[in-house]
């Protein structure tokens, strides 16, 4: 990374989007009780020798796997943006999602994202518009191949008998893989033909969303490459999980295991689907035949590892955020408008 990509732009005292509020707090307060509701089920001294007689070795490479995906997920989210005038490297951008990652686990409804794109701003100097176009983007990617995952995994184990809860997995799958493909759709179309009536800084607004939301051809069998990637290290580190507490699970079941989960964290109403995760997580571990108290354990450490343990990390990350050069939603840059784009021109479509 060089001193000129990771320069930081001049910033203000303005604030950054809002993210706390009545509707967070009522996430936050649905959350603690589901998760207090659940733990109540759960016998935590059997989950504690479990944890002593797992394999060490294995439960820090799944964690390794798991936390490694955040580096490649920056990779690809630069790649993304090429063709846009970028200040930061890729260590930078890695930093970034990690980030805006954390946040998603504390706030609901999917913020982290909108909340991404202003990181990039003040971070990186992109449009907050381009950004949340490549963010967009990179979720239809995801959604598709997780959906894609999902069904060939579930097929394989289930085929003779489909149970109900997965089969809805795979719907709601296909509903958040249609509604990202619709809204690329729906601003690639907006950019050849936008009525007149649309104010011009909307107009603008549409042409950078559209700009950052495709990647250069070039990049789309490398993004691709990259996204089987991580979700080959997801995988991974569900199945190393696993073997840590002595269950060798097949690459079906591991892929199973990844994905409906992941399905889940969609779920609106509380930060990354907490809750709902944990729910489908252990009903899916005895799918796949792990006896109750282990899969209990399992989804208990899974959930540790991969959702507090980032919110521990995430907070560490903001409390010592100047060393790591990080601005987050206090700043923003002391101009007023975000840089310009080089956009195709918008047409006008008549009312």
């Not at 507090?308 to 601005?327: E, N, Q, V, Y």
Request: glycine share 6%.
């Amino acid at each position: 990374m060089t001193e000129e990509q990771d320069r930081p732009i001049p910033l203000n005292n303005e604030a950054g989007p809002k993210l706390w509020g009545r509707y967070t707090l009522a996430s936050i307060i649905i959350t603690a009780a589901l998760l207090v509701l659940l733990v109540s089920y759960v016998d935590l001294a059997q989950v504690w020798r479990e944890l002593i007689a797992s394999n060490k070795g294995f439960l820090v490479l799944a964690a390794l796997s798991h936390y490694g995906t955040y580096p490649v997920r920056g990779v690809r989210w630069k790649r993304s943006l090429s063709h846009v005038p970028v200040r930061c490297g890729n260590a930078r951008f890695g930093l970034l999602v990690f980030f805006y990652n954390f946040v998603d686990n504390v706030v609901p409804a999917k913020l982290g994202d909108v909340y991404a794109a202003h990181l990039a701003r003040v971070n990186c100097g992109i449009r907050r518009s381009a950004a949340l176009g490549s963010i967009v983007f990179l979720r239809m990617v995801d959604a598709w191949m997780v959906l894609i995952f999902a069904s060939v995994a579930s097929w394989f184990l289930f085929s003779s008998a489909f149970p109900r809860p997965v089969a809805w997995a795979l719907v709601i799958a296909f509903v958040i893989a249609v509604a990202t493909t619709a809204v690329v759709v729906v601003f690639i179309i907006l950019q050849h033909a936008v009525p007149s009536w649309i104010p011009e800084a909307v107009r603008q607004r549409i042409g950078a969303f559209h700009t950052g939301m495709l990647p250069d051809r070039g990049e789309i069998i490398p993004l691709l490459v990259l996204t089987i990637i991580i979700w080959g290290m997801e995988v991974l580190w569900v199945f190393l999980l696993a073997l840590a507490f002595h269950v060798d699970l097949k690459a079906g079941q591991a892929v199973f295991l990844t994905m409906i989960p992941i399905i889940v964290t969609a779920f609106p109403l509380t930060p990354s689907g907490a809750g709902a995760v944990e729910l489908t997580l252990f009903g899916c571990l005895r799918l796949v035949g792990v006896a109750t108290p282990l899969a209990a354990s399992l989804t208990v450490v899974n959930r540790f590892i991969d959702f507090w343990l980032h919110i521990i990390l995430g907070t560490l990350t903001w409390m010592f955020r100047s060393a790591f050069g990080l601005r987050t939603w206090k700043d923003r840059p002391a101009i007023t408008d975000e840089p310009a784009l080089t956009t195709p021109p918008v047409k006008e479509l008549a009312p």
